[in-house]
């Protein structure tokens, strides 16, 4: 675990904010961040570093690492992500990436569970290209795992973290399940060790967990990888041969490069059903089902059924975590957003705060639904101090209070069917996690028709201890679609929000690019 000098409230190097940790891994966690002076995001890499008096082996790291980014960029474009800066602060070394416009494997695989073999061929010959083309060159990448793979809804996927091994401290490895045998004993390794962690990237995505476990410490985990034989793979289908020849202890006894392309071109072309149910989802998409049909007008008056409810609970509002107490039934139509979408979606060109896409137009009641149209936004600073962008037209339906303790702000406009809801508490518990599952979610089970999707997720926001819950709920007959969001300040004090919208209407770009924008430009008052 990286133990260096870090704050969230200072500049890296003077130029980058720390703003969300994204994935964290031994000795080293990645950031989602923002590059103040050129007005883009980035993504930040924390590795610790052994003492180096004269800084020499740090100015060797941070050529290394530049020297390789820049070589694989030119062999592989657009398939590994550039370092634009390395520098190293109180024994820290911090690599600074252009910001990819997607999400970790790591991040997707914990939110979707298991891929389908013929998804997880496709994403193992993307690997292995950008493999291949280090390998002909010399460059092994060495710490290949899911926190190093960005998946994106359009493209190939990316790789980051060439050129960072042997920068970190011990234990060896950042991701010791997905090290090889070799590098479990501290030996000099090669390509070989590339693909032992493609096998295991492979194992994981079809089978939903690592092909040898974490255990209660890395030494622990890097034993276990050298020493005990392989459970056998049960969902990987015709990817098993591929898995368990890639998986051999033996470096000198795994597949070959050629080998392994021919078996996934194989997979990939050869089962046509398989491949038109492997499909990848966006980071939101495919979580909720929906209804056929939402009029505007019905979502109109979901929608105000949901601000009316807010009001009647104001008195409870201080009692919960930043979510609020006003988990009714009803109240399903208040969002919270989750942690699958913490991560930002601005292009490497754009500031952190979106700038106006495609001109919206006004919508009419016989209009199509407003999340299938491209938003613009606007910065909105509320009357409590707290700011967000916001769609275009947006404004406080209701703000609900209780003297200094807490209060809730409804967000939306007419005739739109979505809402954020925006509640600030200062009784707020020391584990959002608990909140959720304790107070809030007893509340929504009350109303006979919640669903939760998927477990009660610890996150972290903008630097923030944080927890998610999704869930599903019917309002005035029609089925909607909520994320949420605690996060705690200290002393108390925490926010929640929540983003409703028509389970029907989930999946829509429009839909996912309004909430990715709310999660990354939402700052608290003493932001």
């Not at 550039?82 to 494997?105: F, H, K, N, R």
């Not at 590339?194 to 295991?200: E, I, S, V």
Request: glycine letters at 10%.
């Amino acid at each position: 675990m990286v133990k260096a000098h870090t704050s969230t409230h200072e500049l890296v190097a003077g130029r980058y904010r720390l703003l969300e940790v994204l994935h964290r891994e031994t000795n080293r966690i990645c950031w989602y961040g923002e590059d103040v002076e050129a007005g883009r995001p980035c993504l930040l890499t924390q590795i610790g570093l052994p003492p180096d008096p004269d800084g020499e082996s740090s100015r060797r790291a941070i050529a290394r690492v530049i020297r390789m980014s820049e070589t694989m960029r030119l062999l592989c474009p657009g398939r590994v992500a550039s370092v634009v800066d390395a520098v190293e602060e109180y024994g820290t070394l911090w690599t600074v990436t252009e910001w990819i416009e997607g999400t970790s494997l790591g991040e997707v695989l914990e939110r979707e569970g298991t891929f389908n073999y013929v998804r997880a061929a496709r994403i193992g010959l993307e690997l292995l290209d950008v493999l291949e083309s280090g390998h002909g060159e010399g460059i092994t990448h060495g710490e290949l795992s899911p926190g190093q793979v960005f998946v994106r809804d359009k493209g190939p996927v990316v790789v980051t973290g060439f050129g960072l091994t042997g920068a970190t401290l011990a234990p060896r490895v950042s991701a010791p399940s997905y090290a090889s045998p070799e590098q479990a004993r501290d030996e000099r390794i090669g390509p070989a060790a590339d693909l032992w962690a493609l096998g295991a990237m492979l194992y994981t995505m079809v089978e939903g967990r690592p092909p040898f476990r974490d255990r209660d410490s890395p030494e622990t985990t890097l034993k276990g990888v050298d020493r005990l034989p392989l459970r056998s793979p049960v969902r990987a289908g015709p990817l098993t041969q591929t898995v368990q020849g890639l998986l051999r202890k033996n470096s000198r006894e795994r597949l070959s490069r050629q080998v392994i392309r021919e078996a996934l071109t194989r997979i990939v072309t050869e089962d046509p059903e398989a491949a038109l149910a492997s499909a990848p989802r966006s980071r939101l998409r495919g979580l909720a089902g929906g209804g056929p049909g939402w009029s505007r007008r019905t979502m109109a008056a979901g929608t105000a059924l949901a601000v009316v409810t807010v009001a009647v609970a104001v008195v409870a509002v201080a009692r919960e975590l930043p979510g609020g107490a006003d988990d009714s039934a009803t109240d399903a139509g208040t969002p919270r957003p989750s942690a699958s979408v913490s991560a930002p979606a601005a292009q490497p060109s754009q500031a952190p705060t979106p700038t106006p896409t495609a001109p919206s137009p006004t919508p009419t009641p016989t209009s199509a639904s407003p999340s299938a149209q491209q938003p613009q936004f606007q910065h909105y600073t509320s009357p409590q101090g707290f700011s967000v962008s916001l769609p275009e037209g947006w404004e406080a339906l209701s703000t609900t209070k209780q003297d200094d303790l807490a209060y809730r702000v409804v967000l939306g406009a007419k005739g739109d069917p979505r809402s954020l809801a925006v509640t600030y508490s200062t009784r707020v518990g020391d584990d959002p996690v608990a909140v959720w599952r304790d107070d809030v979610e007893p509340r929504l089970k009350q109303s006979g028709d919640y669903q939760r999707i998927g477990e009660i997720r610890a996150t972290t926001y903008q630097g923030r201890e944080a927890a998610d819950l999704e869930w599903l709920a019917t309002v005035d007959g029609t089925r909607v679609h909520t994320l949420g969001r605690g996060f705690l300040l200290g002393s108390g004090e925490g926010f929640s929000l929540r983003w409703t919208t028509p389970a029907s209407d989930w999946d829509d770009d429009a839909n996912q690019q309004t909430l990715d924008t709310i999660l990354r430009t939402f700052r608290v008052p003493s932001d």
